[in-house]
Each structure stands twice: as C-alpha cells, then as structure tokens.
C-alpha cells in the first residue's frame, strides 16, 4: 500500500508544480518601455512608475525610459508625474507610455512666501505658467511672452525694438505719475529682480528692459502672486504684485544634454499709408488752390518743371528706414543629479536685428546652477547668471527717425547716398551702442536642524554695469558739429536673508510656519559727460575740448538700505478646511526716523467641499470644489530715496552768481569758501512722509467638472492704494519751493477675473484638443485727493489728463467735438446780444472751424466746456490658446484681446496742431509725404461737409487739438502667434540612440484687429499716446530644432 501511495503521489505533486508555473514565471519577467509627453512625444525623466498593490517601483531615467519587475499575477501598473494625468494600465513585457498634461494641475507645487504648497492647498489668487509653453517665442524677454496667458495680467508692447521695455500690470495700474508704469516685483529663484531699481545708463530715456539678462529658455515655471494673501509675505516690494520665476534643475540620472537652435525673419510691418512724388504734388495743391492760398501762385511752376531736379524725387522717408531683419537663437546645456551633487550648465546665444536699420540686440547668457550635500543634512545651493548684452538705437542721433513722422520733409526732397547710410545707420560715423553686464548670484545653505525643522541662510547679489557711447556726426547733425556722449550706470544690490521652515502632521491636523529676517541694501552711481564741437570726429569720442561750454559732465550717487522681519503659519483640517497668515515688517532709510516702519499682513481661508462626504453624489460631475477669501496689505515706498531730505543741489540756471566759465546757479563764493544758496527748483523735505499701503480683498473658487476635463477659477477683488507718493506742484509764493512730495493720492482697482481650461477630447483619443481662456475686468478710479479732492491735472496743454474723484487715472481732457461748421450760419448766436459763438471771448467762429460743444451755453468755447473723454487704461483683457496634439504633431493658436482703452492719436494731431505752425505749411508743402489718414476730409470751402477743419490758420481757435477728434478706441484683438512642432517618434529617436527630436516653428504677430486709424493701437505708451513715430512691432517667422541626447 504504502508503494502505491508514493506512486500516486508524484502525479499530484506535478499537477500543483504546473498550476504554480504561470505565478512563478511571471515574477520573473520585467517590463520595460518608455514615457514621453503625448503633446511633444519627449522623454520624461523622473516619472514614477510602480505595480499597483505591491511595494515595487521605479522612475524613468533621464531618457524616459524604465525597466520594473512586477510581482503579482494579472499586474496593473500606475504611472504618475507631477503635472500629468496620472494613469492606470494593464502589464505588459513592452509598455510605451504617453502621458497627458494635466489641465488643472492640482497636484502641482507653486511657491508662496519661502514655502512650497499643493496648489489644490493655496487659499490665495495663484496663476502659473509653464516653461515649455513659451519655449523658443522669438523674444527676447519672457515677459512679453506672458502677453494673454494670466487672468489679471495685462503685457503690452509699446514698441518693437529689440529687447524693449512693455507695460506690465498686476489687477491694474498703482502709478499715479502721469506716464509711470507700475512693475510688478520679479523673483527667479529666490534673487529679487526690481526693474524700477535696475535704470539703464540714460537713467531711464531709453527703452532697454533689465529682463534680457535672462534667458527664457531656462524657465521651468512662472508663478503670478495677484492678491495679498499671496504677495504680503515680500511686504513693501509687493505692491504691484510678485511674478515667481524658477528655473531649471537637474533631473535625476547620468548627464543629461539639450541642443536648441532656431532661426528666422522679422518681417516689416505696413506703415501709415503715404503719398509721395506724383500723388503727393497733386494732392497738394489741389488742396492750397482750393483754400485760396495765394501765397503759392508759382508753386505749380516749380511742381510742375520737369527739368526740376525735385520734380522727379519720390523719397519714401518710411522706408528707408524699414528692412525685413534676423533672427538667431541658440541654447546648449547639461545636467546631472546623484545622492551627493548636482548641477546644470546652460548657455544662450540671442540676437535680433530691427526691422528699422541700425538697430540690433545682442545677449549671450551662460547659467550655473550647482547643489552640494556635503552632509545628510546639509546641502549648499549656487546659482550663478551672467549675462552680456548689446544694444544698437539706429541712426546715431538718438531717435529712432531723424525726423518724427508729421514732420517728414516732403518726398520732393532730395537725399544722397551719404544721408541715407547715416540714417539707415550704415554710415560708419553713426554710433548709438548701449552695453550691459549684469551679474546675478545666490548662494543658500540649507541644514535640517531636526526631522521638521529646516534652516536657510541665503545671500544674493546683483551688479548691473550699463555704459552708451553715443556720436553725433556734423553730416547728420543739425548744429553741424561733430557731438559725443557717454553714459555710465552701475547699480550694486546685495541681501541676506535667514529663516526656518517647520512643519508637522498630527492626525488630521497639519501645521507648517516659516520664521524669518532679512536686511538689503543697495547704491547707484550715474555719471554722464558731453562734448560737442569735437575736432577730429572720426574718434567717436570726447577727447581734446579744452574747458568751456563745450565740455560738460556731471555725476550722481544714492544709496537705500531695507531691514525686514517675516513670518506665515498654515493650518489644515482633514485635508479640506484651509488657513494661512503672513506678518512681515520692514523698515527703510527712505523714511525719517518717525516712519521708518511699515508693517504688511495677510488672512486667508479655503475650503474644499469637494472632499466633504456629502459631496460624494456630485463629485461624478464636480470632480473638484474650493471656495477660498483672503484680505491683506502690501507697501511700496518712492522711487526718490532722499525726500525726507532737503537735498544739496546745484542748478546752474537757478542763481545769478559766477559759477565760472560764464555758467550761472545758486553757487558763490564768500571769504575763500563756497557756498550753496537753497535750490528752491528741488522739491521741498518731506520729514512726514510715510508708506503707501495697498489694502486688497479677495474671493475666489476653484471648480474642476467630469473627472479634471474642466477647469473653472473665478475672483473677485478689490485693491485700494493708500497714501500713495505724488509730486504735487505748489504755488512758490506760499513756500518759495516749486513742488513738494508728500502721500497726497488714493485710489481703487477694482475687478473680476476668469480662467477656464478644458481637454475637449477623450484622454484615450490619438486626437487631443486643449483650451485656455482667460478674461479680466478691471475698474480704476480716484478715491481721494489732496486740496479738499481739487482736480490734478498734468500733460501739456494741448493734451491734457486729469486726476479726477471718481474718474479713472489720467482721463483726457478735451473739448468735444461735433462736426466742422460747413456754413457761417450754422454757428450759434447768443438771442440777447446776436453775437456769434467765439473761443475765449475772442472772433467769433466761422465756417470750417471745429464744432466745439458749449457745454456751459454761455456762447464762448473757454476750459470750462472741457470735458472727461476716456483714459489709456485697459478696461477688459484676455486670451484664448487652443492647442492640438496628434501622435507627435503638435499646433497651439494664441490669440489676446484689449477692450475699453482709449489712445490719443498724436499723429494726426501733431500734424494738425496750428499753435506754432501755419496748418497749410506744415501739412501742405514744405514738411511730410501727404497721408492719407484714412479717407480723412477737411473742409475747403463753404458747403463741404467734412470730417476736419480747414487747414488754413487763419480760423478762430488755429486747431487747438485738445479736441475729442483725437480720442480713438485702442481696443484690439491679435492673433499673437501659432506655435507648431513635431516630436519623431520615440522608435526612430532609440535607433538614432538619442533622448529626443523635436522641430518646430514659430508664426508671431500673425494680424491685429482694431478700429483705430494708427498702423498698431498696441504700440502706445502708458499715456496712451500714439505718436506715429512708434518702433513698429513686426511679423516674425521661425524655423528650430531640438536635440536631447
């Protein structure tokens, strides 16, 4: 029996050794495959990826590739990365894997006040943008990138000049300085960036941005801080909002090496349609005939003669000046990560050339990023960005035409070859150059103190060095002399900064603070010098003037120190009930001893329904839900580090007493010592002067529908600016001083902003189809004023702009206009004296002059028939970007939007302004190829209908243009670029044995669409004036390539 139990055994003992076989071999088999991004097929580095139920895991290399060996039978693996949908598939030997972009992010960490946080956690209004999203734009700086891609934030060109300046605003304008822009505070990596602080060498006449010293292709991700829950924590430099800036860092695993090279044309934009030669003569005196002016009875003699050498000239003064110009780019780096270092090395080669010749812009920008863990607990962080810049302004005369566009000389001019090299900037006497060095460093030491608590100590420093040699040859120089210039700016700013993060989880209570102080300090130097009539002007410098009025220089110097002490504490319950504070107090030399202090807070609160048991029913539809509100204040100090001081200054045209050299000021001389008489031209001290505080509300939602497809962020806010720093000017017989500086202004931006996104198509379809809208609404207006709330009014005469209780900043001023009289009857008379309507008292009106409505009725056109007629400020701004995605074909549309702007069309006006000039001169024959202005009609003769007065100056007012004919909508809508691209497929990038192939191109300014009668209604500046004379913003076209290896 026994022999037969042992014979049956075997069988059975074989039958259960084949029924485990499946379980034994499939824990020996491994997966293996890559992941990429299914928008751009590139290889992600660093996503984890691990068998769902098991311990087992892995993350993907630096070329996205992976290998797992999975435990269980019928495995599913879960892939996940931070930005990207996570997903959920079944095993199998070969698992490529794409993931998608997740729309709403809510897993994505965003950086508020020296803390890191879950953005599906932030109770304050946050909105990012990722790198890659505004990778290869061929600009030079990344805010102008940013143009229609944040709710709130407004990005306007103001012109087309390489590396220029824009107007950057946060929820609104803070600056109550006719002009002024208020820019936000920028932060990369930790460094404060304040452009305010960072002039160029011209102190500020020209349109350079600090920004250039940074390469855009180096971001990782932008952070827009909006409200004050957000920003209080950067206190008195927060006022304007705060843009976070972070760069890239190393991913995890062996070197990893990025090539990128674009190239492309910057196309010459349409300009102001002209008349010239043949036209224009016809034009011309088609209208001085009809206007009766006799003085030019000959004139068609001379217009007329063929065998006048004027007779055949046709000068186009537009386009010698236009080119179709290059641009290049090119960004090469390497990174690495292990357990005791990292680093990332990246250079950037820029340049673009003007559309208008002789203009270029030149940066090469080489980044360091090194981490060392020389101890388990400590690590030392080093960011190193210098950056070279070079900047050329054309003609070498300073401006960017050599005449503004109204005053063009006519077409009949003559011009040789030498005038048209030297104004193209071809001419090798012409020289107009601006270089830059900017020098930005950080080092942060970070040691972890005990399992949740972490010390920092940072130290930053900031050097900008910016030198222009500008020479003003006597062959383009209207005083015939030869003229050099030289500018030299330095500004050196260092700060340390010290503070612990501890956190703690205790159940369901989460706890983190941050506790910090800091200290600032920062000095310019400026130094200038002048020498004209030089005389060998082939040097291109000041060299062998002799003392005199020929030879002048001068040099200024300021110094500001800021010491501050921080703090912010946030609490969770159950992962859904959230609240944060933030403290921060700072104190400036700006301020006398008295006001030296300003302390700057913030409150807010969220809370997630979403994660409510409740709230289970609707969370098939309402995937995610967030209500949150925060209140708080911000500062700003003024931008005059000395106003509590009666500064010592010299004015050379103040005081009649011997400066020497024939040069007068409020300097002399008694007994041997010099003394300075007070400059009453200076502003008076100001010992009481005092933070402005900016107090601001807000209450948002976040709601994500059908599993994150969609994703809808509202806010409401309302931002009050408080004791806001103006020069307010003062009648000098009260103080003998002409203005004095003091917190006299309040106002209130006020608005609604709306973002939504959605992924229009499945994830599982091939065809991806993604949507970003975003819209702003924005009310501004005066809420206090000094001189018991008296009208401010500033701007010259002819177009001026108020500071109005209950009125926007800077609303126009005119008088509104209805028409042009055709008849001398149809000017109203006064019943009781029968006199006609007269300006000022002065001849009555007649036909052909404007119709100026007499608000009053008392039959005389004077300031008080002026009335508010819009302001420059953007009511309504926005974009839309929809991007689609097939296998590795990928094209993203943006498109931006203004509404609610108005512009002053100084291009017309200036043409028309009949103060100084004779109209018939100025427009007629002698200045400007004749335009067009768009069908414009003036009046001729009596009985025309017209849309403009006569052109003579002999009508009652001369063309005050302080009129409403000159007001215009600068509401536009742009299709601001198309970005396309192809990612090869990750087979043909594994046998080429490379991590990535992408090409792409680039379509930018595509069109605009706009009422206005000027060529771009974008390009105006933060008066809104249009001056015709605008650096034109031109189409662009780019062609790249991208290599990973």
């Known amino acids: 029996m026994s022999y037969q139990f042992t014979y049956l055994k075997v069988p059975l003992i074989g039958i259960c050794l084949l029924l485990l076989l499946p379980h034994v071999l499939f824990g020996q088999v491994k997966i293996s495959g890559t992941v990429t991004d299914k928008k751009s097929a590139t290889p992600i580095p660093g996503v984890v990826v691990r068998e769902k139920g098991t311990k087992q895991g892995t993350t993907t290399n630096d070329k996205g590739q992976y290998t797992l060996e999975l435990k269980s039978a019928n495995p599913v693996v879960i892939i996940s990365f931070v930005g990207y949908q996570t997903q959920e598939l079944k095993a199998k030997s070969s698992l490529d894997i794409q993931l998608v972009e997740d729309v709403k992010g809510l897993n994505d960490v965003v950086v508020i006040g020296y803390q890191d946080i879950q953005r599906r956690k932030t109770t304050g209004a946050v909105s990012s943008v990722k790198g890659k999203d505004i990778e290869n734009i061929p600009y030079a700086t990344f805010d102008q990138m940013l143009q229609g891609r944040v709710a709130g934030l407004s990005v306007l060109s103001v012109s087309g000049e390489p590396g220029s300046n824009g107007i950057v605003n946060v929820r609104g304008s803070n600056s109550v300085t006719l002009g002024g822009v208020s820019n936000p505070l920028y932060v990369i990596d930790g460094i404060i960036y304040n452009v305010n602080d960072m002039l ?34 950067y206190g008195a430099r927060a006022a304007n909002g705060v843009i976070l800036v972070k760069t890239k860092r190393p991913k ?23 008349l010239v030669g043949t036209a224009e003569r016809r034009l011309k005196m088609e209208m001085l005939y009809k206007s009766g002016y006799s003085n030019f009875q000959n004139l068609s003699v001379f217009l007329t003669d063929s065998l006048n050498p004027a007779f055949n000239n046709n000068t186009d003064w537009q386009g010698i000046f236009l080119q179709n110009a290059s641009i290049n780019n090119i960004d090469a780096s390497v990174s690495a990560a292990t357990t005791g270092y990292s680093y990332r090395l990246s250079v950037n080669g820029y340049k673009e050339e003007g559309v208008m010749r002789g203009y270029y812009m030149k940066r090469l920008s080489p980044h360091l990023f090194l981490s060392l863990n020389p101890g388990k607990k400590i690590n030392i962080a080093i960011d190193i960005l210098p950056s070279f810049v070079q900047v050329k302004h054309g003609t070498g005369d300073g401006s960017r035409y050599p005449f503004s566009t109204w005053s063009f000389p006519s077409s009949f001019w003559d011009v040789t070859p030498q005038q048209v090299a030297a104004y193209q900037g071809s001419y090798g006497n012409a020289l107009d150059k601006d270089n830059y060095l900017y020098l930005t460093s950080n080092v942060k030491l970070t040691d972890t103190l005990a399992k949740n608590l972490v010390f920092s100590s940072s130290f930053s420093h900031n050097y900008n060095n910016n030198r222009r040699d500008y020479y003003k040859d006597k062959s383009i120089n209207p005083n015939n002399r030869n003229d050099a210039y030289n500018f030299n700016n330095l500004t050196a700013r260092w700060e340390i900064e010290n ?45 062998g003037i002799s003392r005199g009025n020929n030879l002048y220089a001068q040099s200024h110097l300021e110094e500001r120190a800021r010491l501050s002490w921080f703090g912010r504490l946030s609490y969770e319950f159950k992962d859904r009930y959230l609240f944060s504070g933030s403290y921060r107090r700072d104190a400036s030399s700006k301020y006398s001893t008295n006001n030296r202090w300003g302390n700057f807070y913030s409150a807010s609160a969220g809370w997630i329904v979403s994660e409510e048991p409740f709230f289970k029913p609707a969370k098939k539809v309402v995937s995610f839900l967030k209500f949150r509100g925060s209140y708080g204040v911000t500062g700003n100090d003024p931008s005059n580090y000395y106003a509590k001081y009666q500064a010592l200054t010299t004015n050379a045209n103040y005081y009649a007493s011997s400066l020497g050299n024939g040069v007068v000021g409020n300097m002399s001389n008694y007994n041997g010592t010099t003394i300075v008489y007070p400059d009453y031209n200076a502003p008076a001290a100001n010992k009481n002067l005092t933070w402005e505080s900016y107090p601001q509300t807000n209450i948002g939602v976040d709601m994500n529908f059908l599993n994150d497809r969609i994703s809808l962020t509202a806010d409401w806010y309302a931002r009050d600016g408080k004791n806001v720093y103006l020069d307010n000017v003062l009648a000098r017989g009260t103080t003998g001083y002409s203005f004095y500086s003091g917190n006299l202004v309040s ?89 006609r309507l007269t300006f000022n008292g002065g001849n009555p009106y007649a036909a052909g002059d404007p119709i100026l409505v007499d608000q009053n009725g008392d039959y005389k056109i004077d300031l008080l028939d002026k009335v508010s007629y819009g302001d420059p400020q953007a009511h309504v701004t926005g974009g839309i970007t929809n991007t689609f995605t097939y296998k590795g074909f990928s094209v993203s549309v943006l498109c931006t939007f203004i509404s609610g702007r108005k512009l002053w069309n100084g291009y017309l006006s200036d043409k028309l302004n009949g103060s100084s000039y004779s109209i018939a001169s100025t427009w007629g024959y002698n200045s400007g190829p004749a335009s067009d202005f768009k069908g414009a009609t003036f009046w001729q003769q009596e009985g025309d209908n017209a849309q403009y007065g006569s052109l003579l100056s002999n009508n009652v007012d001369k063309w005050n243009i302080a009129n409403s004919n000159f007001v215009e909508d600068a509401s536009f809508f742009r299709m601001k670029n198309i970005m396309l691209g192809y990612s090869f497929s990750p087979g043909l990038v594994k046998r080429l044995k490379i991590g990535g192939l992408r090409l792409f191109g680039m379509l930018d300014n595509v069109f605009v669409l706009s009422n206005a009668s000027v060529p771009d209604p974008e390009l105006i500046d933060a008066t809104g004036y249009s001056s015709g004379n605008d650096y034109p913003l031109p189409k662009k076209y780019t062609l790249g390539l991208q290599v990973q290896l």
Do not use: C
């Open 747 to 835: 106002f209130r931006n006020t608005g609604i902003e709306l973002t939504l996104n959605t992924s229009n198509f499945p994830s599982s379809w091939k065809l991806q189809w993604n949507t970003n809208f975003n819209i702003a609404f924005n009310k501004n207006y005066i809420t206090q004023l000094p001189n018991n709330n008296r009208d401010l009014i500033a701007g010259p005469p002819w177009m001026q702009q108020t500071l109005t209780v209950g009125r926007p900043m800077f609303t126009y001023k005119v008088w509104k206009v209805n028409g042009v009289y055709s008849k001398d009857s149809d000017v109203p008379a006064d019943p009781l004296t029968g006199k």
């Open 252 to 274: 995890t695993g062996t070197p990893q090496y990025t090539l990128s090279y674009y190239t492309g044309i910057a196309q010459k934009p349409a300009m102001k349609p002209m």
């Open 499 to 543: 503070y612990l993060n501890w956190s703690k989880i205790m159940g369901k209570h989460s706890v983190s603070a941050v506790l910090g102080q800091g200290a600032e300090n920062q000095q310019n130097k400026y130094t200038y010098a002048e020498g004209n009539n030089l005389t060998v002007g082939g040097l291109q410098t000041i060299d």
């Open 200 to 233: 160029p060498a011209n102190n500020g006449s020209y349109n350079n941005n600090p920004l250039t010293a940074m390469n855009p292709n180096d971001i990782e991700s932008i952070d827009v801080l909006k409200d004050a829950s957000a920003a209080a924590i």
